[in-house]
Every structure is written in C-alpha cells, then in structure tokens.
C-alpha cells in the first residue's frame, strides 16, 4: 500500500449502519444494504412520491423495483413501452401474471411507477422495496438528498456492531 492509501485510510474505526430510517409523517423510508423499503401513507402529496424515487435514482441508478401485474397479454407491452422490464410471465385466471423490474436508470419508468403509486394511494396506503447497490456513504447522500422536504428528518438509526441502536434525534 503506497503512503497516500495510508493516508486516506480512517484511523479510528466507523460503526457500520444496519437499518437507517427517515421520512415524515407521509412517508417512511428505511435504508439497509441491500434494500430499501417505502412506505407512502394515503396522504402522501404527488411531489414526495416523485421526489423520492427520483432522489433515490440520482445516488443508485442501478436500483430496481421488482413488482408484479396480474393483465391481459396486450397490456404488457404497455409496461415494457413505459420503461418497464419483463422478467417473467405466465397465464393466470385472470389475464397473465407478468413480473418486471422496474430500473431507476430509466426516467419514463420512475415517472410510470410514480403514476402507479399515486393512484394506488387513492385507495390505500403504499408499500414497496427497491434494491441497491447503497452502503453508509449511498445513505448519507440520500439523506442529503431528502432533507429539503418539508417535516423531512431521521427516525432511527441501528448500527451492525455491537448490536448499537440510537434513536433518531428529537
């Protein structure tokens, strides 16, 4: 190792996060390596849903959301037109069952998902997991990313080691 690693290579030891969450009262967002998990309450405004996952596009553009549409067989072309990528599909009772992921490199494809979201709102609250490549860095941006909504602010913290866990400030 050349002395300008060694230079940049933090002394002391960082605790690494497990769990980190943050939202607001509308919505509830909490990161892990691996995966984040959203929860949009009804009341969530159009602009949050957007903003969150164009947020989240903007630190892992390799994320993905993975969902499943219960459809006729023409309408999955739709969902691939719109950004959508057919993983699998399959003739069910109703139509054809076609599972896609949904990549965060693709604008059209967060603006379809954002659309579906916001419609499903109407009816219930919304709960989906994304998966990314994020590790504590990803998740400090993201958070950086996210601190200019209104009520915005962190939840809870859970670190690896040691089994530490710090409530959010108040």
């Not at 993905?64 to 037109?81: G, L, M, P, R």
């Not at 990549?103 to 967060?110: D, G, I, R, V």
């Not at 913290?157 to 400030?169: F, L, S, V």
């Amino acid at each position: 190792m050349d002395t300008t690693e060694q230079k940049q290579t933090p002394k002391e030891v960082t605790h690494s996060l497990s769990s980190y969450a943050m939202g607001t009262d509308e919505v509830n967002i909490v990161c892990t390596y691996g995966k984040i998990a959203i929860w949009y309450g009804r009341q969530t405004p159009e602009v949050i849903v957007g903003q969150t996952l164009i947020s989240i596009s903007k630190i892992d553009k390799t994320a993905v959301h993975e969902t499943e549409i219960v459809c006729d067989f023409d309408k999955i072309t739709e969902y691939e037109s719109s950004g959508y990528i057919l993983v699998s599909y399959a003739k069910a009772q109703n139509g054809y069952r076609a599972m896609f992921n949904i990549p965060f490199y693709s604008n059209k494809a967060l603006y379809y998902l954002a659309e579906s979201i916001i419609e499903d709102l109407k009816k219930d609250d919304v709960h989906i997991d994304i998966y990314w490549n994020g590790d504590d860095s990803d998740i400090a941006r993201l958070y950086d990313e996210f601190k200019d909504i209104e009520g915005w602010k962190v939840k809870d913290i859970t670190y690896k080691d040691e089994g530490k866990h710090r409530d959010a400030p108040k």
